[in-house]
């Protein structure tokens, strides 16, 4: 039995394995405030980490994302909190695609300045702005050019053809796996992954695994809009060896954060 399941199964957590939890929104959102302030956020995230054994998360800031909402916002919740939590959180950025691109170069150089190295898109939230529209091409130059990573929700295939091709320096992270065509993309660019959040029938895992190798996917749970152990536990069921599940649970993604410098420190001798 692997010994993975039967420690995590057993309520032992993880012993000698790294856990990054690549996909985790925090603040207000559309459909479920996560926290209702930034001194519960900070306190609950670390009981939810520390209760599902997870080392850190990948934060996506809020739901400040649609409509007329102000981003600055989401984003400026996601600082504050990483302030609190610099070893546990690893914020990710967020803009409006819809927005001036004036406006979103003026928000991408403010994070950056501030130490932000990653970002996360919604643009199908966003009147469905396409990605690869002229704004997040834009987006996508500035991120070459700093060395910044990439989650989003959902590219098309033409889409995401067109920009991993066009920025091979970028590595883009799909935020849900569902196979299909993002089976073609992985196995065509070494620069595009995926978060394995997502519902499928029996074995959906295994064989999404076959077929672009576990080196390719990683844990992202949609917290904490769902628990994380609805992210974990395919991974640790998953018919794969221990050393597979590592890299899905966590080494894949901190090696993606430790290029872009986003990797907490002390975590870079867990790799």
């Not at 057993?10 to 603040?27: A, C, E, Q, R, W």
């Not at 700093?146 to 889409?159: A, C, F, G, Q, Y």
Request: hydrophobic fraction near 40%; charged fraction near 20%.
């Amino acid at each position: 039995m692997s010994q993975i399941l039967e420690q995590w199964a057993s309520g032992k957590g993880f012993s000698n394995t790294l856990v990054i939890d690549g996909h985790v929104h925090v603040g207000a959102w559309p459909h479920a405030a996560t926290f209702k302030s930034l001194d519960e956020a900070a306190d609950s995230s670390i009981n939810y980490l520390n209760a599902n054994s997870v080392d850190a998360f990948c934060a996506l800031g809020g739901g400040y994302m649609e409509g007329l909402d102000d981003y600055h916002l989401g984003n400026d919740f996601l600082l504050a909190l990483w302030e609190r939590l610099p070893e546990r959180l690893i914020p990710f950025m967020s803009v409006n695609a819809n927005d001036n691109k004036n406006n979103i170069l003026d928000e991408l150089k403010r994070m950056y300045t501030a130490g932000i190295r990653c970002i996360k898109l919604l643009n199908t939230y966003q009147q469905n702005y396409p990605g690869d529209g002229p704004n997040l091409m834009t987006l996508y130059d500035f991120a070459a050019s700093n060395k910044m990573l990439i989650i989003n929700h959902d590219w098309s295939e033409s889409e995401i053809d067109k920009i991993a091709s066009t920025f091979q320096n970028i590595d883009f992270i799909f935020a849900h796996y569902g196979g299909g065509y993002q089976n073609t993309i992985i196995n065509k660019y070494p620069n595009v992954h995926a978060n394995i959040w997502n519902y499928g029938p029996m074995g959906w895992l295994d064989r999404g695994i076959k077929q672009v190798g576990a080196e390719r996917l990683m844990l992202g749970s949609d917290g904490f809009l769902n628990s994380m152990s609805v992210g974990i536990g395919p991974i640790v069921f998953a018919n794969i060896s221990d050393d597979e599940k590592r890299l899905m649970l966590g080494k894949n993604i901190a090696l993606l954060l430790n290029k872009v410098g986003a990797l907490p420190k002390s975590l870079k001798d867990k790799i």
